[in-house]
């Protein structure tokens, strides 16, 4: 089925350790996005990238880093795993303009120990 | 900047009653985009409903209905004869522009619990 794949769904880390989180879409969209939802806190936006080649912060990019790998995969890099980043992270695409809809992913859940 | 609040935090209700889920929403943009997702508890985030804002067009999709108001820059969802299927959190969402940069601004979200 089409739609945006993430990888992995579950991750323990404990404090200080390194992973990257993958998503790709298959439906030619131009812009991918990375998410983290917090309880009562809805989802903020980490980092997007609006097309191949280009990334720009999102509200909560600290501690995070990102690479566009093509069209189809965007990564979220965490180099040095905190307990604050305890979260679900959730990947998105859409076609980038006149934003007919956003599609996301099933979510990582992630938890730092 | 742009702001989407959903004031009420937590509703719950008895299945077969009508329930509205308020949404306001903050944005210096004369076009824009408000959606409407659901998240039950298996955690996936569903799309129910996109309105730009040239289109005050109340919609209604079975038991959905959406309120656009943009005098009071409201877009409120109303669930009529509520199911325990409801039960699930309910997120208002904005984007702006019609730009490769646009991007999703979420409420908080409502949580929704539908008893027997």
């Known amino acids: 089925n089409a739609g945006v794949t993430q990888t992995p769904k579950f991750q323990v880390l404990k404090t200080g350790q390194s992973m990257t989180l993958q998503c790709a879409q298959d439906m030619n969209h131009n812009s991918m996005y990375w998410y983290r939802q917090d309880p009562g806190m809805g989802l903020r936006l980490i980092y997007y990238?609006?097309?191949?080649?280009?990334?720009d912060k999102g509200e909560v990019p600290n501690g995070y880093n990102v690479s566009r790998l093509n069209k189809r995969e965007f990564s979220l890099r965490l180099e040095s795993a905190a307990p604050s980043q305890t979260s679900v992270y959730f990947c998105?695409?859409?076609?980038?303009?006149?934003?007919?809809?956003?599609?996301f992913g099933s979510g990582t859940r992630l938890t730092v120990v | 900047a742009q702001k989407v609040t959903q004031a009420q935090t937590e509703i719950s209700v008895v299945e077969k009653e009508d329930v509205t889920l308020d949404c306001v929403y903050e944005t210096r943009d004369t076009t824009y985009y408000l959606f409407w997702y659901k998240q039950p508890p298996s955690g996936e985030l569903v799309f129910l409903i996109r309105r730009n804002s040239f289109d005050e067009q109340n919609e209604i999709s079975g038991r959905y209905s959406w309120n656009f108001q943009k005098s009071t820059s409201s877009f409120n969802f109303t669930i009529t004869a509520s199911q325990v299927v409801d039960s699930a959190v309910y997120f208002c969402?904005?984007?702006?522009?019609?730009?490769?940069?646009?991007?999703?601004?979420f409420g908080k979200g409502i949580t929704l619990s539908v008893r027997p």
């Open positions: 990238s609006a097309s191949e080649g280009t990334t």
């Open positions: 998105a695409s859409s076609q980038g303009r006149f934003n007919y809809g956003y599609t």
């Open positions: 969402a904005l984007s702006d522009s019609t730009g490769a940069n646009s991007k999703l601004t």
